[in-house]
């Protein structure tokens, strides 16, 4: 006698945070395994440091439950998320709680492919770690993660005009190597 496999659907992302709100551990931890990779990238690219990184995945993660209460599902999860790894990314910069390892030590382990484009993906990590961090943030902030320069300057506490000079210098120091 065979028996039929059935699926079962995935639960959708509504009813994941309709179930994390609800207190549901598991709910918390497919979210935690479906959006860890994107929150972890985001907080990287700001930070440049595994360890700092991954502090700021827990502090996302373990906020969760209380930080759904004021989510409203106006767009995708994964792009909230984001927006909070990077404010939560910001504070750490701001504050005393960074570790600061050597910088992108681990980039091999990162680089999922093979071959040329892991090395040119390496270096440009690299030459990213290499632009003074105001530079460095603004260009994540704006060219990675798609943000507009008023999003920036309230992140930052700039102005949307000082953004976009910060801009223009990360990428001339990109291409010349110049820091200026």
């Known amino acids: ?21 609800a207190g549901s551990l598991d709910a918390l931890g497919t979210l ?17 440091a595994r360890a700092d990184a ?3 995945v827990q502090d996302v993660f373990v906020g969760l439950p209380r930080a ?8 995708r999860l994964q792009a909230w998320l984001r927006r909070v790894a990077v404010r939560t990314a ?6 005393s709680g960074r570790r600061r390892e050597d910088a992108f030590d681990d980039l091999p382990e990162l680089a999922a492919p093979e071959g040329e484009a892991a090395l ?10 290499g632009l003074p961090e105001p530079l460095r943030i603004v ?16 992140l930052l506490g700039i102005s949307a005009g ?17 820091p200026r």
């Open 120 to 129: 040119d993906r390496i270096a440009l990590q690299r030459r990213l770690q």
């Open 68 to 75: 759904l209460a004021g989510y409203h599902a106006r767009g």
């Open 32 to 48: 935690y395994q479906r959006h860890s990779p994107a929150v972890f990238g985001a907080a990287y690219r700001i930070l440049g």
């Open 90 to 95: 910001l504070m750490r910069l701001r504050g």
């Open 139 to 154: 260009l994540v902030l704006k060219e990675i993660e798609g943000y507009s320069h008023d999003e920036i300057a309230g």
């Open 54 to 56: 991954e502090d700021v």
């Open 162 to 178: 000082a953004s976009a000079v910060r801009l223009f210098r990360a990428w001339k120091h990109l291409r010349s190597g110049d």
């Open 1 to 21: 006698m065979i028996t039929p496999v059935v699926s079962i659907p995935a639960p959708s992302e509504d009813e994941l945070v309709r179930a994390v709100r």
